[in-house]
């Protein structure tokens, strides 16, 4: 059996097993295609019999017929894999075939009533299928379909079957098996594919091909039909008929060449549609690789009158044009400058009309509010209000170049147009920072008012009265304890001490004034009369020596006091089988050991307990000043509110001050890039439209335009957030971001938030250094002006292919000189890559894709890539395709590997191809194969068209293209 090994896969030309493989007819596909058999295959059962042991054998024989394609009236959905194109689809490529897979490898053969013949060369290799997928064009030409009410199974009548599907004897070219692992090694093929499917039965299908030429941007219908004559009948519910019982059991369904509608019954179908010319392989091709035109990324800014201040006649500059970048550009691009001198004039008077607003409004003159002058851009962010020399340079650059003035307010305009969108997204973020703001607002009120209270009454009382009539809040007030290792409240510190809690209580200190009852009982020597009198009273209870007041002794509760010797008797009286004498209790413990022996009366060791108890220490006075002291500073407004405060609201932990509100500054997480494309794809790439089609190239980053649109959408919408109230002091950066990088890959595996920070274009504006100017203030190349390199691809590739694999891979240096500078380098070792940063697109077909390297050393080259990058274009592996190359013109030689096998190498003028058609030109003998190398194991050496069908499936596998373009190719040496 052929085995055909591609990478891991292999492909056999077809499966059978079980009773199926001692059939007695064989497929006559190289003949007539008919056998002696009638409707179905048969083999020979035959069994010996012997009676008893001994005597004669007799042999019992008989020919049974298996099961075939009529017996079939249908295919469960579930056997099918899948399906390609998928149902519904439109975009498969017009030069790649549909194909439907099975998941039982043998199920295309399993009903063929015939074996493949044993001899004759290549036909033993070759069996025909029981099923055939017919691709038609849904256009109603083709075919007409029906549900067939009173069949089996549906049907279409298809017009002119015979010349649309070619010949049916060779449709064993179009069923193939599949295997994910490699068949020719270690062994006999046949027992390690036996292995790989008792290990993984998902390792090995079946797959169907249908063998029609596509057209671009059509429908097509593809439909899963019997082959055989017997499966047709059966299946449109002819089976009983007389004239089943006659058909030849091999005799195919429909007759090569022959004209007329043929009924079919469909056992399973889906519709499709293609896209345009192309599979990959071929747009990537049609790319050319080119230097730029010197004009792109550059176009002139007219400075002749740009205001009625600001103009030739009366600033006497006579420069006409200077050039505006856009924010990509060629490392040769043209930079329309200045005549010497002209800047200068310009920036003057750009000075003084940007400070006009500042002379105004502090030179007084009468002017009345509002003033109306040219901003000033970073004002708020670099702390400036006026240009007076001082000011950095990025803000210089800003406000004085008028190619720079314009990039700020490209960024004006895209804050103008997108103001709701913005602002929607902005208050968002700040739901509860607004109601945090209003209780920041009523604390702050309540703080002067209760100031103003704390200051006029408690600041005025002496200590003894403070801590009386801060009574109230003794209970909720921590002061450190005297060992200062913890806190306690005040009230806590008062119980312990001698003063009573009561002296604190508003009942005290209503009864103890010198009017009330009890300050008329209180002896002179105790109290003073006059404002002192309260502090008198709460000194003296304080005090703990003899002549001072002290509180009146509780009454003593109720408790029945008893003595063991007395009162055994009464407690009996209560308590029922009390042990009135001493008891032995061998587990006693005294304090001077252990006496298991002793007896003892446990009412006289209890009175013997208490009457060891001794009186509790007197309590010292408390620091009355110390106390009175700390009570102040607890209740001060500033320390309580501000405390209030944190309870309320917290910011990362910490508790904002009260004097101002909570400021805020919203992140916006768009590529600002593409608010600015929206307006004019121009001032992303000026004179874009001098980049040819289907080009390659590269070109490199703008730091100046992006640094000043970044500058100018922070102004205007500091501006826009103060306009609507929003809580921000206007030096925010909001936005940060200028290209896409959500599909960077990251792949140093840096953590989300750290990457996010590192893959911003600016940095936050109010640390933009003081000595900077603009241009360097790139985020990844801080205080740099190097540019990042972008490769540029313009054509239907990406347009039909998005998800394409880009990436830079270093190369080997060349040797100086170099023998053959035009023959392609060598990649480096070790293998090097970069991966895109940003990519961007520009609509119709201009995509991009920016790199963390300079033009120069992807050129040059740098340490690890000594010759420079290759820029990759991959198609993205994905699921097996089969089909033929687009060359778009007529062959000029025979193709010299498999993998470059086109259409045009066996046009017959038909849609379905003959795979025994004559390659013209035919292949190169051998196979990619130099003359003067020797190449035994090579597996094109064994491939051949028209074979069998695993040869066909090996010639038709589409490989997964790539093509790599030196940078050297796209930019001026």
Not at 77 to 92: F, H, M, Q, T, W
Not at 505 to 529: C, Y
Request: charged letters at 20%.
């Amino acid at each position: 059996m052929t085995i055909d090994v591609l990478a891991n896969y292999s492909f056999l030309p077809w499966f059978k097993e079980g009773l199926s493989l001692s059939m007695l007819s064989v497929d006559n596909s190289d003949t007539d295609g008919l056998s002696s058999v009638m409707e179905r295959g048969s083999l020979n059962v035959s069994i010996d019999l012997q009676k008893d042991g001994s005597g004669p054998v007799t042999n019992f024989g008989h020919t049974v017929q298996l099961l075939g394609p009529g017996d079939v009236l249908g295919i469960n959905p579930k056997a099918i894999i899948r399906v390609e194109p998928p149902r519904g689809s439109n975009d498969l490529e017009p030069n790649y075939l549909p194909f439907i897979e099975f998941y039982d490898e043998d199920f295309p053969w399993r009903f063929t009533p015939a074996l493949a013949k044993t001899t004759g060369g290549m036909d033993g290799n070759r069996l025909r299928p029981w099923i055939f997928l017919a691709i038609l064009k849904d256009d109603g030409t083709e075919f007409s379909y029906s549900a067939n009410p009173d069949g089996p199974l549906p049907y279409v009548d298809i017009n002119d079957a015979g010349e649309l599907f070619g010949d049916p004897l060779k449709i064993w070219a179009w069923a193939h098996v599949h295997v994910n692992d490699k068949l020719d090694e270690d062994g006999d093929p046949a027992l390690r594919l036996e292995g790989i499917r008792a290990d993984n039965p998902d390792n090995v299908i079946a797959r169907l091909l249908g063998p029609r030429r596509l057209e671009p941007t059509t429908k097509y219908r593809a439909f899963v039909i019997p082959s055989f004559e017997t499966g047709r009948v059966a299946g449109l519910g002819e089976k009983d008929s007389a004239v089943f019982a006659a058909i030849d059991a091999t005799q195919p369904s429909w007759e090569n060449g022959a004209a007329g509608s043929v009924r079919f019954p469909v056992y399973y179908e889906w519709f499709f549609s293609t896209d345009e010319r192309g599979d990959f392989e071929y747009l990537v091709n049609k790319l050319v690789p080119r230097v730029l035109d010197e004009h792109v990324g550059s176009r002139k800014l007219d400075v002749r009158h740009p205001s009625d201040v600001i103009n030739q006649t009366e600033t006497g500059y006579t420069t006409n044009f200077i050039g505006m970048g856009g924010a990509l550009r060629t490392p040769q691009t043209i930079n329309y400058d200045w005549i010497t001198g002209d800047d200068t004039l310009v920036a003057n008077a750009l000075t003084s009309e940007v400070n006009r607003a500042k002379t105004l409004m502090t030179s007084g003159g009468g002017t009345q509010d509002p003033v109306i002058a040219a901003p000033l851009y970073g004002r708020w962010h670099a702390m400036v209000d006026q240009l007076n020399g001082a000011e950095p340079p990025w803000v210089k650059d800003a406000n004085t170049n008028p190619a720079h003035r314009a990039t700020c307010g490209l960024g004006s305009e895209v804050i103008r147009r997108n103001q709701e969108k913005f602002m929607e997204f902005a208050w968002g973020k700040v739901e509860g920072i607004v109601e945090a703001n209003q209780r920041i607002r009523e604390l702050h009120l309540a703080r002067l008012a209760a100031a103003r209270l704390h200051a006029r009454h408690a600041l005025k009382f002496d200590n003894d009265r403070f801590i009386a009539v801060s009574g109230a809040v003794h209970d909720r007030t921590l002061i450190p304890t005297v060992d200062l290792m913890d806190q306690e409240t005040v009230s806590l510190r008062v119980a312990n001490s001698n003063l009573p809690r009561a002296a604190a209580q508003p009942t005290l200190r209503k009864a103890a004034r010198p009017a009330a009852g009890v300050g008329r009982h209180l002896s002179e020597e105790a109290v003073v009369s006059g404002p002192g009198f309260q502090q008198s009273l709460i000194s003296n209870l304080n005090n703990v020596s003899e002549v001072a007041i002290t509180a009146a002794e509780p009454k003593a509760d109720s408790i029945y006091y008893f003595d063991a010797e007395n009162n055994l008797a009464p407690v009996s009286d209560y308590v029922s089988d009390i042990e009135a004498t001493a008891v032995y209790n061998p587990s006693y413990t005294s304090d001077t050991g252990t006496y298991p022996d002793v007896h003892y009366n446990a009412f006289a060791e209890l009175d013997t307990w208490f009457g060891d108890l001794t009186e509790a220490p007197a309590a010292d006075g408390i620091d009355i000043a110390d106390i009175a002291g700390k009570l102040t500073t607890k209740l001060n407004p500033d320390t309580a509110m501000t405390g209030r405060l944190g309870s309320l609201i917290s910011i990362n932990g910490l508790a904002p001050t009260i004097e101002a509100p909570i400021l805020a500054a919203p992140q916006f997480p768009y590529a600002m890039y593409e608010h600015l494309r929206d307006m004019s794809q121009d001032y992303i790439i000026p004179n874009v439209d001098l980049v040819a089609n289907e080009s390659i190239t590269l070109l490199e980053t703008n730091p100046e335009f992006i640094d000043a649109y970044m500058l100018g959408l922070n102004h205007e919408m500091s501006r826009e957030l103060l306009w609507r109230e929003y809580p921000t002091d206007q030096r925010g950066t909001y936005f940060k971001q200028f290209w896409n990088v959500r599909d960077y890959g990251n792949p140093d595996y840096i953590a989300a938030n750290e990457l996010t920070n590192l893959l911003y274009d600016i940095k936050q504006i109010d640390l933009w250094p003081d000595s900077s100017a603009l241009g360097s203030l790139d985020h990844r190349n801080a205080g740099s002006t190097s540019s990042q390199v972008v490769l540029l691809i313009r054509g239907s590739l990406l347009r039909k292919f998005p998800n394409a694999i880009i990436y830079a891979q270093a190369a080997a240096a060349r040797p100086d000189p170099d023998p053959n500078p035009r023959e392609p380098r060598a990649y480096a070792d070790p293998v090097k890559y970069k991966t895109p940063i940003f990519k961007g697109r520009i609509a119709p077909d201009i995509t991009f894709f920016g790199f963390d390297m300079s033009a120069d050393t992807a050129r040059d080259g740098e340490v690890g890539a000594p010759g420079g990058y290759y820029f990759v274009i991959q198609e993205r592996p994905g699921e097996v395709r089969f089909g033929l190359d687009i060359l778009g013109q007529a062959p000029g030689s025979g193709v010299e590997k498999w993998d470059d096998l086109a259409w045009e190498y066996l046009d017959n003028g038909t849609d379905f191809f003959d795979p025994e058609t004559a390659l013209d030109p035919p292949p190169a003998i051998p196979l990619w194969k130099d003359p003067d190398e020797t190449i035994p194991n090579s597996p094109e050496m064994d491939v051949n068209w028209g074979a069998n069908s695993a040869d066909m499936a090996y010639i038709m596998y589409q490989l997964p293209a790539r093509v790599a373009v030196h940078a050297a190719k796209m930019l001026p040496a």
